[in-house]
């Protein structure tokens, strides 16, 4: 038998992925690896990365953290273009994909552009961005968890929760 994630968590940039993902690891007692972070550790700052080698290279390379990141067990948390390679996609459908949602309003606080090299725009770039990634996100998504007016432990409460009923933990 394959080793697979217990979750993975999707969703636009600002969104909270990451913490979400980080506090499910505390909750659930287990390793969670984000590949962003993973991309950061091997080719530096994405900003970095993308004025160095474009936005090309950075996919390839974030390509490659996913395909790694998949085949861990715990919690995988996605940068929030991961989802539109195909490649990527067909992964997804064979695992529990937690969508982490927010409105352009709550999410407008969180925006910080210098981190962010494809939202230099600010919220219009953001809701642009969200647009044309939203068929992605709803595809490869097992469940949607709204985090616009709630903190991030109360959203990582309810996915460990939905996380634990449907693994039968």
């Not at 080719?43 to 953290?65: C, K, M, N, V, Y």
């Not at 309003?105 to 210098?114: F, G, I, Q, S, Y």
């Not at 600010?122 to 939203?134: C, F, P």
């Amino acid at each position: 038998m394959s080793v697979k994630p217990l979750v993975v968590v999707v969703g636009p940039p600002a969104a909270g992925k990451t913490r979400v993902a980080k506090g499910l690891g505390r909750i659930l007692g287990v390793d969670v690896v984000d590949t962003d972070t993973e991309v950061v550790k091997r080719w530096g700052p994405i900003p970095d990365l993308f004025a160095s080698h474009g936005e090309a290279f950075f996919r390839t390379q974030e390509r490659e953290a996913v395909a790694e990141a998949l085949a861990t067990s715990g919690v995988v948390a996605l940068g929030g273009g991961a989802v539109v390679d195909a490649t990527t996609q067909a992964d997804l459908m064979s695992h529990r994909v937690a969508l982490i949602s927010i409105t352009a309003d709550a999410v407008a606080p969180r925006l910080d552009n210098d981190k962010r090299p494809l939202l230099r725009g600010g919220l219009e770039a953001w809701k642009e961005l969200v647009a044309k990634r939203h068929e992605f996100y709803q595809a490869v998504a097992t469940r949607e968890f709204d985090a616009s007016h709630r903190s991030i432990d109360d959203v990582a409460d309810e996915v460990a929760a939905w996380v634990r009923k449907d693994a039968g933990l």
